[in-house]
């Protein structure tokens, strides 16, 4: 089992939740895509770098892109969110990164950009 794959208990309580099967071609082993998808997300790694033991990375980054406009990570992690008394979300600026790009405009308006700033922290986390 590789560090970012899913132990066991993790995959009990997690595999209920996924869509059933529907018409079609059998599925590609869902534990082994997830496990494709939860190492992309962990280590930020382009698709293109998925080690093959996950299967092919246009089948998980299918999956991964169908299952988001489906709305069944929003019903897992709602799922997930339920079974935890204490669920919270937290923002913190500290831990986003923006690209270079993103410090501010190319007309030198930093007055904007300083206030959007100034407003965005105001709001440290959000409670649900």
């Not at 270079?100 to 030198?108: D, H, I």
């Not at 100034?118 to 959000?126: D, G, H, I, N, P």
Request: aromatic share 10%; glycine share 8%; proline share 5%.
């Amino acid at each position: 089992m590789a560090r970012f794959d899913l132990t066991d208990e993790e995959w009990a309580i997690i595999s209920p939740l996924l869509p059933v099967q529907g018409r079609g071609p059998d599925r590609k082993d869902d534990r082994k895509v997830l496990n494709g998808i939860f190492y992309i997300l962990r280590t930020g790694a382009p698709w293109r770098d998925l080690p093959e033991r996950y299967g092919p990375r246009a089948t998980v980054y299918n999956r991964y892109v169908r299952w988001g406009e489906r709305g069944v990570w929003q019903g897992i992690f709602e799922a997930l969110a339920q079974e935890c008394e204490d669920a919270l979300v937290f923002i913190d600026a500290s831990i986003v990164k923006a690209h270079r790009a993103a410090a501010g405009s190319k007309k030198g308006n930093w007055k904007k950009v300083l206030a959007a700033h100034a407003e965005v922290a105001q709001v440290r986390f959000t409670r649900l």
